[in-house]
């Protein structure tokens, strides 16, 4: 059974560019959520997917969006980008339902897509 | 608020020794989740061991168990066995029960596991 693929593994922009990331999640996964990892500030959660409807945004200015297809890939999209968005971003998959929460650890991680903003 | 506090940056262990990372966490909701990740250099997060709020026994994942003490609101992870492949970084992650929250987990800053022969 495929983990969850994030592509591009690793990409570098420039000041004021903008990119697309992509995530594919574990067949039969609906929900997906974006995380952001940084030296300086850790792990912290971007936004959560669930049949196409954002369920969950953390706090990150407008520049970062995202979005969820029927299959249920999902991309994130960062515009006009900054030093400070160099950085691991992190997409999960979760089995989860629409009964809620998280409940047995069934979140799994990709690899990751490093950006290094120049 | 939700926060996951990890005091060890750094923890050194003998190969097939055991060791005790730490984790304390602190939430205000009565039903939550607690897990435990380990990402070595690849950057992937991989899932080692998970802990209800309710659950009544320690969870166990082969070498891997938690040591949760609710009343002192922590959750520590022991390694038994260490091996050389289990160097790496490990964190500490929560969920809360928020309603359409899904897949949103609050993280520690993590301890750098380094294994020695």
């Known amino acids: 059974k495929a983990g969850v693929t994030q592509t591009p593994r690793y990409l570098i922009k420039t000041r004021g560019q903008q990119v697309t990331l992509s995530c594919s999640p574990i067949s039969g996964h609906r929900s997906v959520s974006w995380y952001q990892q940084t030296p300086g500030q850790g792990l912290q959660f971007l936004f959560e997917y669930f049949s196409e409807t954002q369920r969950n945004k953390g706090n990150f200015p407008g520049r970062f969006s995202g979005r969820q297809f029927s299959n249920s890939r999902s991309e994130m999209n960062v515009s006009t980008l900054e030093l400070g968005d160099s950085a691991l971003y992190l997409c999960?998959?979760?089995?989860?339902?629409?009964?809620?929460?998280?409940?047995?650890?069934?979140?799994?991680f990709g690899e990751g897509s490093r950006l290094t903003v120049l | 608020a939700q926060k996951i506090t990890q005091t060890q940056p750094g923890m050194f262990v003998q190969e097939k020794e055991a060791v005790t990372l730490d984790c304390t966490y602190d939430?205000?909701?009565?039903?939550?989740?607690l897990f435990w990740y380990k990402q070595p250099s690849s950057g992937e997060m991989i899932f080692l061991i998970y802990q209800g709020s309710y659950d009544q026994q320690n969870a166990t994942e082969g070498r891997y168990s938690l040591n949760f003490q609710k009343a002192r609101k922590s959750a520590n992870l022991v390694i038994s066995a260490s091996q050389l492949g289990d160097s790496a970084m490990y964190f500490c992650a929560m969920s809360t029960d928020r309603g359409s929250t899904l897949g949103r987990l609050y993280f520690g800053r993590g301890t750098q596991l380094t294994v020695w022969p």
């Open positions: 999960a998959s979760s089995l989860a339902g629409t009964s809620g929460r998280l409940s047995t650890g069934e979140l799994f």
């Open positions: 939430t205000s909701d009565p039903s939550y989740g």
